[in-house]
């Protein structure tokens, strides 16, 4: 396969990218990327968490295992995952302004927000996620509300079986993480370099092609 694209993203930014079928995503970095899918030909129909979690009989997916729309249809084959089962998220949203001026004002204290991350709350980012996401995608005219959950890329995720209580693992990887996704079909690709609360990092993006 030969490179045809290669993106490096600054922490807190987006990008959206146009696959053609059988085309690999490989995505590079040490820190959580939100992705989200849409068919090229028909934005409305967008990537599902629960789908794809019923669909595969499992709450994590890695390699193998596939990527579905809300109508079923598989959207993506993860072909190569460096971290392996558990390491993915497909339970929580996305961050975003509203949330970060939470976290700047009345949880900064409930959440111990300086003495868990060491984050003041000056530090404490403007926009998210959710925001990037937006903007990448407003080109497709893709309004906010349709942009589905994402996939949460190298977000770690403890769920308690027993009393199902989810806890997002809060830290950043030591080495960087590699995973690579083949389309099943023409795929819109939307995608953020998470933030992590003002302290986030860079990551790589490419996508290849047999010719």
Same mark, same amino acid.
């Given at each position: 396969?030969?490179? /045809?694209?290669?993106?490096?993203?600054?922490?807190?930014?987006? *990008? +959206?990218?146009?696959?053609?079928?059988?085309?690999?995503?490989?995505?590079?970095?040490?820190?959580?990327?939100?992705?989200?899918?849409?068919?090229?030909?028909?934005?409305?129909?967008?990537?599902?968490?629960?789908?794809?979690?019923?669909?595969?009989?499992? /709450?994590?997916?890695?390699?193998?295992?596939?990527?579905?729309?809300?109508?079923?249809?598989?959207?993506?084959?993860?072909?190569?995952?460096?971290?392996?089962?558990?390491?993915?998220?497909?339970?929580?949203?996305?961050?975003? +302004?509203?949330?970060?001026?939470?976290?700047?004002?009345?949880?900064?204290?409930?959440?111990?927000?300086?003495?868990?991350?060491?984050?003041?709350?000056?530090?404490?980012?403007?926009?998210?996620?959710?925001?990037?996401?937006?903007?990448?995608?407003?080109?497709? +005219?893709?309004?906010?509300?349709?942009?589905?959950?994402?996939?949460?890329?190298?977000?770690?995720?403890?769920?308690?079986?027993?009393?199902?209580?989810?806890?997002?693992?809060?830290?950043?990887?030591?080495?960087? +993480?590699?995973?690579?996704?083949?389309?099943?079909?023409? *795929?819109?690709?939307?995608?953020?370099?998470?933030?992590?609360?003002?302290?986030?990092?860079? /990551?790589?993006?490419?996508?290849?092609?047999?010719?």
């Amino acid at each position: 396969m030969n490179q /045809i694209t290669q993106k490096h993203m600054p922490y807190n930014t987006g *990008c +959206a990218l146009e696959l053609l079928k059988g085309d690999v995503l490989r995505i590079e970095g040490r820190t959580t990327v939100d992705a989200v899918f849409f068919d090229l030909h028909n934005v409305r129909e967008r990537f599902d968490q629960a789908r794809t979690k019923i669909n595969n009989s499992s /709450i994590f997916v890695s390699t193998g295992n596939m990527l579905y729309s809300k109508s079923n249809l598989p959207m993506l084959t993860i072909v190569a995952d460096s971290l392996g089962i558990g390491y993915h998220d497909l339970q929580f949203g996305m961050c975003s +302004a509203a949330g970060y001026a939470l976290f700047k004002g009345p949880l900064y204290e409930s959440y111990r927000i300086k003495e868990r991350f060491g984050v003041t709350r000056e530090q404490i980012p403007d926009h998210g996620c959710w925001e990037n996401l937006t903007g990448a995608l407003r080109p497709w +005219a893709i309004a906010p509300e349709d942009i589905p959950s994402p996939f949460n890329i190298f977000q770690e995720t403890k769920i308690d079986g027993t009393t199902g209580r989810m806890e997002l693992v809060y830290k950043q990887l030591a080495e960087p +993480a590699r995973i690579e996704l083949r389309a099943e079909m023409d *795929c819109l690709v939307g995608l953020s370099a998470c933030p992590w609360l003002g302290r986030g990092l860079p /990551i790589d993006v490419s996508v290849s092609r047999d010719n």
